[in-house]
T-cell receptor, first 110, second 114 residues
């Protein structure tokens, strides 16, 4: 069964304190792994797509990496505006459906 | 405005009533999706559509009906609302173009069934 597990559930960081969020997955043939950011009361906002192990993508203070079993979202020197819930999803080959994890709630303190 | 919109943004209804949530996208994306988001469950797929007049069930379809007569619209109907359908509902769309499989989400509809 395709499955996505995110950890930790919640994370509190001081401004400037770098850390990583984890997304572990099992899927029968990965088409893509997706990271989203969701602010309270809003829809998920697309961040990255990763297609194969070893791939990396960067955007400002965020960097996503992918292995055959997990993905990491590295946050370098975070700012309070990076506070949000970060969602991971996988898509198996042969389908357009996503399987989402339950997310990591990140709070960055000034 | 370009993008994906949902209406209404907030809805309160009574048990047993029929309610329809609307979704409209301006990108001419082939694929459209309906999710519900609940604490502890994350985003769960209700229904999806690959094109006009083509729809299929997701993970939690019971109690919901969809239609897609036009590419840009994908309404979700709760035929007889129940309290367990109280949730936040998100519509999303995706291009079918390789390799762009990312989904883009609307702002959500918060539905309360009393």
């Amino acid at each position: 069964e395709d499955q996505v597990t995110q950890s930790p559930e919640a994370l509190r960081l001081q401004e400037g304190e770098s850390s990583s969020l984890n997304c572990s997955y099992t899927v029968s043939g990965l088409r893509g792994l997706f990271w989203y950011r969701q602010d309270p009361g809003k829809g998920p906002e697309f961040l990255f797509t990763l297609y194969s192990a070893g791939e990396e993508k960067e955007k400002e203070r965020l960097k996503a990496t992918l292995t055959k079993k997990e993905s990491f979202l590295h946050i370098t020197a975070p700012k309070p505006e990076d506070s949000a819930t970060y969602l991971c999803a996988v898509q198996a080959k042969g389908t357009y459906k996503y399987i989402f994890g339950t997310g990591t709630r990140l709070k960055v303190l000034a | 405005d370009a993008g994906i919109t949902q209406s209404p943004r907030y809805k309160i209804t009574e048990t047993g009533r029929q309610v329809t949530l609307m979704c409209h996208q301006t990108w001419s994306h082939s694929y459209m999706f309906w999710y519900r988001q609940d604490l502890g469950h994350g985003l769960r797929l209700i229904y999806y559509s690959a094109a006009a007049d083509i729809t299929d069930k997701g993970e939690v379809p019971d109690g919901y009906v969809v239609s897609r007569s036009k590419t840009e619209n994908f309404p979700l109907t709760l035929e007889s609302a129940t309290r367990s359908q109280t949730s936040v509902y998100f519509c999303a769309s995706s291009s079918s173009g390789i390799p762009h499989y990312e989904q883009y989400f609307g702002p959500g509809t918060r539905l309360t069934v009393t």
